[in-house]
């Protein structure tokens, strides 16, 4: 596994939804923000929405974003900590225009070579290597690289030398920016470990009942009526079980592009648990005429949230996704435990 997270900001409306994928999600969202007519992030004030990996931190880490200045001081920053240590930061410069990338310290590591402009949306990358002296810096911005750096000391302090949180902030009151498309890598893996390009994540949805229907529709007529909002509805109407290995499987709107290549799939369940107990679920993939099930599995809590599952194949065929694949897939939800 390299792709960590992605979020494309069109399946919420509110920070308090934001706030159940990002820690502390807190940043405005708009439905005509985004690029491709989708919704985005943006802010003219002071905030702030932090991603945390699960599990060990990692030495090198690629983030990627398309950010548009709209108006004001240029204030996007991206901040990448391990736990309270901030290791570098990348802001752009209000005098040269120019992008930054700064130790946690303070120190200027580096500036990016051309210029950025308003009003226009630019696909930015940052892959960053912490060390105390084989530290490494890339910049790009659509798709070209900007910023070259090695043989740097790239760790602020922290007691592991490893990344396990991504902040995005705006910090200029009267400023404004707006930020979509966002993922985070690792170098792991086969698949998508390192820069990424300028990518498009798109949310699409459930469009109609598929194979499985074992859950219970509550608040509606049928369980594709529960789970079908764009931005979730919470106890309005949902779809509920208490029987281990129950499944439901939807068919999904298709993907808009007709061409192109898929990176992966991130399943984004939003549930919670209504009594003592533990609960599990995971994500279902119906492939074809069969159901394959993703991970072990995670604990829900009683408080709404965002699970989020990533597959970079298609578990029907081993190999990466086509369009074709994830339009002709079903997408669902298995009760594990």
């Given at each position: 596994?390299?792709l ?12 308090a939804?934001l ?6 999600g807190?940043?405005?969202i708009?439905?005509a923000w985004g690029?491709?007519g989708t919704?985005g ?5 002071d905030r ?16 990627g974003?398309a950010?548009n200045f709209?108006s004001g ?6 901040n990448?900590y ?15 225009l ?5 130790r946690?310290?303070g ?10 402009a308003?009003g226009?949306y630019?696909?930015i990358?940052?892959?960053v290597?912490?060390?105390?002296t084989?530290g490494t ?9 900007v910023l070259?750096?090695t ?5 602020n302090g922290g ?7 991504v902040?995005?902030?705006s910090?200029?009151?009267g400023?404004v920016s707006r ?5 985070v890598?690792d170098?792991?893996?086969s698949?998508n470990?390192?820069?990424l390009?300028d990518?498009r994540?798109?949310?699409?949805f ?15 007529a049928?369980n594709r009526?529960?789970?079908?909002e764009?931005?979730?509805?919470d106890?309005?109407?949902?779809i509920s079980s208490?029987?281990?290995?129950q499944?439901d499987?939807?068919v999904?709107?298709d993907v808009t592009?007709t061409?192109?290549t898929v990176k992966?799939?991130q ?5 919670r648990k ?10 279902v993939?119906?492939?074809s005429?069969t159901?394959y099930?993703v991970g072990?599995?995670t604990?829900?809590?009683i408080?709404?949230?965002?699970i989020?599952?990533i ?13 074709s694949d994830v339009?002709n ?9």
């Amino acid at each position: 596994m390299a792709l960590l997270f992605c979020d494309s900001f069109d399946h919420y409306t509110t920070n308090a939804q934001l706030a159940t994928k990002w820690g502390n999600g807190n940043f405005n969202i708009n439905s005509a923000w985004g690029r491709n007519g989708t919704a985005g992030i943006g802010t003219g004030e002071d905030r702030s929405s932090r991603w945390t990996k699960s599990g060990t931190g990692v030495d090198t880490i690629i983030v990627g974003f398309a950010n548009n200045f709209i108006s004001g001081t240029p204030n996007t920053r991206l901040n990448l900590y391990e736990d309270a240590t901030l290791h570098i930061y990348l802001y752009p410069n209000a005098g040269s225009l120019k992008w930054q990338v700064y130790r946690g310290d303070g120190t200027l590591l580096g500036t990016s070579s051309p210029s950025f402009a308003f009003g226009i949306y630019d696909y930015i990358e940052l892959k960053v290597k912490i060390h105390d002296t084989t530290g490494t810096v890339d910049l790009r911005v659509n798709n070209v690289s900007v910023l070259s750096l090695t043989g740097q000391d790239t760790r602020n302090g922290g007691t592991s030398g490893l990344i396990n949180a991504v902040l995005i902030s705006s910090i200029d009151y009267g400023s404004v920016s707006r930020l979509d498309d966002f993922y985070v890598c690792d170098t792991s893996g086969s698949r998508n470990n390192d820069f990424l390009g300028d990518v498009r994540i798109q949310a699409i949805f459930p469009s109609a009942t598929g194979n499985s229907s074992q859950w219970t529709a509550n608040g509606a007529a049928t369980n594709r009526e529960c789970v079908d909002e764009i931005t979730p509805n919470d106890d309005t109407d949902y779809i509920s079980s208490s029987t281990a290995t129950q499944k439901d499987t939807y068919v999904f709107g298709d993907v808009t592009p007709t061409s192109g290549t898929v990176k992966a799939v991130q399943h984004v369940l939003y549930a919670r648990k209504d009594d003592a107990g533990t609960r599990t679920i995971r994500p279902v993939i119906r492939h074809s005429t069969t159901d394959y099930t993703v991970g072990a599995g995670t604990n829900i809590s009683i408080t709404y949230a965002m699970i989020k599952d990533i597959s970079e194949t298609n578990p029907g065929t081993s190999t990466d996704w086509t369009i074709s694949d994830v339009n002709n897939a079903e997408f669902g939800v298995e009760l594990v435990a």
